[in-house]
């Protein structure tokens, strides 16, 4: 797939079939993560994977949008580590790209994913949940699988709205 026609064709993807997830693709994913560009190159990312459906039920009492974990054969938990970090809006910036890459790098695979942020509410609960130390932030849970049904539709404000100015 294109790099240019993978951007446009990307959709946040909820509902997925029971079919699991290869391990193989899971660490393609987190690797197309940490290829993302980061200040200092300091790669602040931390990554926990979650398919155990014991653990993902559990997750899923953590976001109103349980019904997405719930369904997702895997979770990705994307951490920051706090002692790595040198700049705090920089560092969130290099997050961003990292979670970016991965929703691409899951299309590119056929996968389908979503970016979940409102289980932040929780993020401390997560962190406990998933037995890893206090300077790991949580930044977002990525769910993933195979995707069932229909991609949505999506929508962008046109470019006139958006442009601020052409000198
Ligand atoms: C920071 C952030 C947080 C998000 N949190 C959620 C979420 O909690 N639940 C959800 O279903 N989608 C979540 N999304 C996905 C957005 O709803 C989605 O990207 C947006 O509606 C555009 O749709 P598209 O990704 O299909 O183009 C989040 C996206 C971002 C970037």
Request: hydrophobic share 50%.
């Amino acid at each position: 797939m294109e790099l240019i026609e993978g951007l446009y064709t990307r959709r946040s993807v909820r509902q997925f079939t029971g079919q699991p997830v290869e391990r193989e693709l899971l660490l393609e994913i987190i690797k197309a993560g940490t290829w993302a560009p980061s200040g200092l190159n300091n790669q602040p990312w931390r990554f926990a994977i979650v398919q155990d459906a014991a653990v993902r039920a559990n997750l899923a009492k953590l976001t109103k949008y349980h019904f997405v974990i719930e369904g997702a054969p895997a979770c990705i938990a994307v951490f920051i580590d706090k002692s790595l970090m040198y700049h705090d809006t920089k560092d969130h910036q290099a997050m961003g790209a990292c979670i970016q890459n991965m929703l691409l790098a899951a299309h590119a695979l056929g996968l389908g994913a979503v970016w979940l942020g409102e289980i932040l509410k929780n993020a401390e609960a997560v962190r406990a949940l998933l037995g890893l130390p206090e300077q790991m932030e949580l930044m977002a849970v990525v769910a993933l699988g195979h995707p069932a049904g229909k991609s949505h539709t999506s929508t962008r404000k046109d470019l006139a709205d958006v442009l601020l100015k052409e000198l």
